[in-house]
């Protein structure tokens, strides 16, 4: 059974920092591309970040030069590093693993001004 654990979250001041975590298990780590989703409130989920297995990124342009996806392999991992945060950052970020499309349950970011 495949299973997507979320971290990291939480409320933090405009232009503060967070970094998010997603490990996962029960699935070929290693070999798939992995994604960083949010859903603000009343909005549709969007992509934030992608990184394929070699380690390939893309971003949203809303946060290029903010947030940076990474990987550890090696432990299951991928990271979303966000800085300069902004209150429309707000929103449920969830990972995905885009092969077989799994879903973690997501962590709430909330950016106060």
């Known amino acids: 059974q495949v299973r997507l654990v979320e971290s990291g979250g939480g409320l933090v001041q405009a232009g503060g920092s967070l970094r998010l975590s997603c490990v996962a298990s029960g699935t070929v780590f290693g070999s798939s591309a992995m994604g960083w989703y949010h859903q603000a409130p009343g909005k549709q989920r969007e992509p934030v970040a992608t990184?394929?297995?070699?380690?390939?990124?893309g971003y949203a342009d809303s946060v290029k030069g903010r947030f940076t996806i990474s990987r550890d392999n090696a432990k299951s991992t991928v990271y979303l590093q966000m800085n300069s945060l902004k209150p429309e950052d707000t929103a449920v970020y969830s990972c995905?693993?885009?092969?077989?499309?799994?879903w973690g349950q997501g962590t709430q970011v909330t950016v106060s001004s």
């Open positions: 995905r693993v885009i092969i077989g499309n799994f």
């Open positions: 990184i394929t297995s070699g380690g390939s990124t």
